[in-house]
C-alpha cells in the first residue's frame, strides 16, 4: 500500500474501493454491540457501499442527487456516506442534535431526494421536516422503524437495500466511478453564515482527498506509518470528523473504532487502544480537570510530580524548554507518564485538536505528560485543515503549525487569513453572492486575522466574522439567535456569546413597555436596577428565554443570562446608525459578567 495512492486517486470512492482491495479482511470499521467490540473488515464494507449505490440508484436516484444522513456514529453512517457517493449522488450530513426547523432549511435549501436515518428516535424531528418541506421521496432506515410512521415517502430498511448480487453491484459502480474526476462534487456540509441561515458548503473528491494526503505526509514523516488505529469521537457530519476523522484513516488503510460517548471515553481508550485520536478542545479541558484531580488525590510524591508537569508544561508553551528541563523530563518519563499514556491505550502518537482555539495552557499540560498535542486550524470551507502543529515544525502551542503541504497562506492588508490551493471549496449551494465574497482572485478569504511567524506558523489573533465557535467547534450564528430573542415581548434587545465556552449565554435589554406593564401588574416601582434584583422579574425574562429556546437546537440553547444596564443606542456606542449592535463596544462593558455565568 502506497500513500502516494492518494494524490493519484479521481475520487474518495475510488481510493476506498482501492484500499479495500489491498486490505481485504483487515478490520475498518469497529463499534460495541450488545456489549461486544464487532468489526466490519474493508471487504465487507466495500460489498455493501456497491449494493447500497445500487439499491439507491434502483429506487430512482440520479446523478447529482443530495441525500441527507441523519445518524449517530456508526459503520453505517461511513457506509451509507462512501455509498452515495459511489452511486453518483451528493452527501449532505446532518446534525443528529438538530430540530425539526434545521433539518426544514438543509432539506429545503438542498432540494434532496433521499435520507438516511439511523434510528427511530432521530425520525421524531425528522419525519415532520419531511412532511413540511415535501422534499425527500425516499427514507432508508438504518435501525427498524414501524412502518406507520412512514407517510409522503418510501420507507426502506437498511438490510433489504444492501443486500444482493454484490459481483454485478461492484461492477456497476467501477464502470461508474471511472469518469469521476477531484473537482467533482463530493459533499455539501451545512455551516452558519453571518446571516444566521446555515450555508452549504460544497466540497470536491479533490478537497478531501487533499487535505487526507497532506496530512497522512505529517504521519508518515514524523511518527512513521504502521497499523494505525483512530478513535471516533466528534459527530462524523462535522467536517473536522468527516475527513481526519473518517477519510483519513481510510487512506493510510486504518481501522476506525466508534467511541460510546464522553461518559464511556476513558474505557474506551484503554479498550480500543488507538494510536491517533481527532478531539475538539473541549474533551482535553474535561479530560486535564479530570486527570489534575485524580493525580492530587495521589498524595505528596504525586502532587510533587504534577507541578513539575505543570511547570515543564508551561516552559514548552512558552518555547523555553531545552537542556534545563532534561532532568523534569527524565523525572515524569520514569514515574507519572508511563500511568498517564496507559489511560490514552499506551500507544497513542498523537491526538490532533481541531474545531476551536485550543488554550496553549492545555496544550502544555498533555504535551508534559508525553502525549504529543497536535492543534490544527481551518474551517469547513477548507474540508477543513488549513494548518497544523507537528514536531518536526517546531510545535509551539500559540500557534497553529504551518500549512499543510500544497496549502498557500498569505495574509491581506488587513490582517485577514487567505489561502489557496486544491483543499479550497467549489462555493457555497445555489449561494453566488456568498460564494463571490468568499473566493476572490483564487482566494479563500478565511474571516480570520492573524500573521505567519519567523518559522512559518500561523498564529491567529482575532476573528473578523462574528460567527461563535464553541468549545466543542461547532459553529453558532449570534444573529439568528439574538433575531429570535428580541422576538419575544419581553426582550427588546440581545446580544449572545459562548466563544470558546460549553454554552451559549446572552445580555438581555428588556422592553421598556413591557417592564412598565410587569410593574404596575406587580406593584413595583420603575426602578431597572432594582427589579433587575426580583426573582419574579428574572423569571419572566427566563420564562422568555426558555419559549425561544424551543426552537433551537442543544447547541444554541440560551442557557443564562445577565441584564443589561442601559438600552444598546448609537449615543453609548453600542450601537451602529443603521441599527447593529457593535459587539466588540458592548463585550468592553459586560464582559465580565458574561464570563460569571460560566
Known amino acids: 500500500m502506497q500513500l502516494s495512492d492518494i494524490d493519484n486517486a479521481s475520487s474518495l470512492v475510488a481510493l476506498f474501493l482501492q484500499r479495500a482491495d489491498e486490505r481485504g479482511d483487515q478490520p475498518f470499521l469497529t463499534a460495541k454491540i450488545d456489549g461486544e467490540w464487532t468489526s466490519v473488515s474493508y471487504a465487507e464494507a466495500a460489498e455493501k457501499v456497491c449494493l447500497l449505490a445500487e439499491s439507491l440508484r434502483a429506487i430512482g436516484l440520479r446523478e447529482g442527487d443530495r441525500v441527507v444522513i441523519v445518524a449517530e456514529n456508526r459503520p453505517e453512517w461511513c457506509i451509507a456516506d462512501l455509498a452515495i457517493m459511489a452511486a453518483g449522488c451528493i452527501t449532505t450530513p446532518a446534525y443528529t442534535t438538530n430540530t425539526e426547523r434545521d433539518?426544514?432549511?438543509?432539506?429545503?435549501?438542498?432540494?434532496?431526494?433521499?435520507?438516511?436515518?439511523?434510528?427511530?428516535?432521530?425520525?421524531?424531528?425528522?419525519?415532520?421536516?419531511?412532511?413540511?418541506?415535501?422534499?425527500?421521496?425516499?427514507?432508508?432506515?438504518?435501525?427498524?422503524?414501524?412502518?406507520?410512521?412512514?407517510?409522503?415517502?418510501?420507507?426502506?430498511?437498511?438490510?433489504?437495500?444492501?443486500?444482493?448480487?454484490?459481483?454485478?453491484?461492484?461492477?456497476?459502480?467501477?464502470?461508474?466511478?471511472?469518469?469521476?474526476?477531484?473537482?467533482?462534487?463530493?459533499?455539501?456540509?451545512?455551516?452558519?453564515?453571518?446571516?444566521?441561515?446555515?450555508?452549504?458548503v460544497m466540497l470536491h473528491h479533490g478537497a478531501i482527498l487533499h487535505n487526507v494526503s497532506a496530512a497522512a505526509h505529517v504521519i508518515e514523516h514524523d511518527f512513521g506509518w504502521e497499523e494505525e488505529r483512530f478513535l471516533s469521537f466528534l459527530p462524523l457530519s462535522h467536517a473536522f470528523e468527516h475527513t481526519a476523522g473518517f477519510y483519513l484513516p481510510l487512506g493510510l488503510g486504518a481501522d476506525i473504532w466508534f467511541s460510546e460517548g464522553l461518559d464511556k471515553l476513558s474505557s474506551n481508550l484503554e479498550e480500543a487502544r488507538p494510536t491517533i485520536m481527532v478531539v475538539v478542545p473541549r474533551l482535553f479541558e474535561v479530560l486535564r480537570g479530570k486527570m489534575m484531580k485524580t493525580i492530587e488525590k495521589q498524595g505528596?510524591?504525586?502532587?510533587?510530580?504534577?507541578?513539575?508537569?505543570?511547570?515543564?508544561?508551561?516552559?514548552?508553551?512558552?518555547?523555553?524548554?531545552?537542556?534545563?528541563?532534561?532532568?523534569?523530563?527524565?523525572?515524569?518519563?520514569?514515574?507519572?507518564?508511563?500511568?498517564?499514556?496507559?489511560?490514552?491505550?499506551?500507544?497513542?502518537?498523537?491526538?490532533?485538536?481541531?474545531g476551536a482555539p485550543l488554550n496553549p495552557e492545555v496544550g502544555g499540560f498533555f504535551q508534559a505528560m508525553g502525549l504529543t498535542m497536535l492543534q490544527g486550524y481551518?474551517?469547513?470551507?477548507?474540508?477543513?485543515?488549513?494548518?497544523?502543529?507537528?514536531?518536526?515544525?517546531?510545535?509551539?502551542?500559540?500557534?497553529?503549525?504551518?500549512?499543510?503541504?500544497?496549502?498557500?497562506?498569505?495574509?491581506?492588508?488587513?490582517?485577514?487569513?487567505?489561502?489557496?490551493?486544491?483543499?479550497?471549496?467549489?462555493?457555497?449551494?445555489?449561494?453566488?453572492?456568498?460564494?463571490?465574497?468568499?473566493?476572490?482572485?483564487?482566494?479563500?478569504?478565511?474571516?480570520?486575522?492573524?500573521?505567519?511567524?519567523?518559522?512559518?506558523?500561523?498564529?491567529?489573533?482575532?476573528?473578523?466574522?462574528?460567527?461563535?465557535?464553541?468549545?466543542?467547534?461547532?459553529?453558532?450564528?449570534?444573529?439568528?439567535?439574538?433575531?429570535?430573542?428580541?422576538?419575544?415581548?419581553?426582550?427588546?434587545?440581545?446580544?449572545?456569546?459562548?466563544?470558546?465556552?460549553?454554552?451559549?449565554?446572552?445580555?438581555?435589554?428588556?422592553?421598556?413597555?413591557?417592564?412598565?406593564?410587569?410593574?404596575?401588574?406587580?406593584?413595583?416601582?420603575?426602578?431597572?436596577?432594582?427589579?433587575?434584583?426580583?426573582?419574579?422579574?428574572?423569571s419572566a425574562i427566563k420564562a422568555a428565554i426558555d419559549r425561544t429556546n424551543q426552537d433551537l437546537s442543544v447547541i444554541e440553547k440560551v442557557r443564562k443570562f445577565v441584564l443589561a444596564d442601559e438600552p444598546f443606542t448609537v449615543e453609548n456606542d453600542m450601537m451602529t446608525p443603521t441599527m447593529k449592535i457593535r459587539r466588540m463596544q458592548i463585550r468592553e462593558s459586560y464582559q465580565q459578567r458574561l464570563d460569571d455565568l460560566y
Not at 433521499?114 to 428516535?121: L, Q, T
Not at 485543515?385 to 514536531?391: K, L, R, T, W
Not at 509551539?396 to 487567505?418: C, F, H, N, Q, Y
Not at 457555497?428 to 486575522?449: C, F, I, K, M, S
Open 103 to 200: 433539518h426544514c432549511h438543509i432539506l429545503d435549501d438542498s432540494s434532496a431526494s433521499a435520507v438516511v436515518v439511523g434510528n427511530a428516535k432521530l425520525t421524531k424531528a425528522l419525519f415532520p421536516a419531511i412532511m413540511k418541506t415535501g422534499r425527500a421521496g425516499h427514507v432508508i432506515a438504518v435501525d427498524p422503524i414501524p412502518s406507520s410512521q412512514s407517510g409522503s415517502f418510501d420507507l426502506h430498511h437498511w438490510a433489504e437495500m444492501t443486500t444482493g448480487d454484490a459481483r454485478a453491484a461492484r461492477e456497476a459502480v467501477d464502470a461508474r466511478i471511472a469518469s469521476f474526476k477531484r473537482e467533482d462534487m463530493a459533499c455539501i456540509i451545512y455551516t452558519s453564515g453571518t446571516s444566521g441561515a446555515p450555508r452549504g
Open 300 to 354: 505528596k510524591l504525586a502532587r510533587f510530580l504534577l507541578g513539575r508537569a505543570l511547570a515543564l508544561g508551561e516552559k514548552q508553551v512558552a518555547g523555553t524548554d531545552g537542556l534545563l528541563t532534561r532532568p523534569d523530563e527524565l523525572l515524569l518519563d520514569a514515574t507519572l507518564r508511563p500511568k498517564i499514556r496507559a489511560k490514552f491505550g499506551g500507544r497513542m502518537k498523537a491526538m490532533v485538536s481541531g
Open 378 to 538: 481551518g474551517q469547513t470551507e477548507s474540508a477543513p485543515v488549513i494548518a497544523c502543529n507537528y514536531p518536526s515544525a517546531g510545535i509551539k502551542m500559540d500557534t497553529v503549525g504551518p500549512p499543510l503541504r500544497g496549502v498557500e497562506v498569505k495574509i491581506a492588508d488587513d490582517g485577514e487569513i487567505l489561502v489557496r490551493g486544491e483543499l479550497v471549496m467549489l462555493g457555497y449551494w445555489q449561494r453566488p453572492d456568498d460564494t463571490e465574497n468568499a473566493l476572490r482572485d483564487g482566494w479563500l478569504h478565511t474571516g480570520d486575522v492573524g500573521h505567519i511567524d519567523a518559522r512559518g506558523r500561523v498564529k491567529i489573533t482575532d476573528r473578523k466574522k462574528d460567527i461563535i465557535v464553541n468549545d466543542k467547534g461547532d459553529n453558532v450564528a449570534p444573529q439568528k439567535l439574538e433575531g429570535m430573542l428580541t422576538l419575544q415581548p419581553e426582550i427588546s434587545q440581545a446580544m449572545v456569546a459562548g466563544d470558546q465556552k460549553p454554552y451559549m449565554v446572552a445580555l438581555i435589554v428588556p422592553d421598556a413597555e413591557w417592564v412598565a406593564a410587569w410593574a404596575r401588574a406587580n406593584g413595583e416601582a420603575m426602578d431597572m436596577a432594582a427589579l433587575n434584583e426580583l426573582p419574579a422579574f428574572r
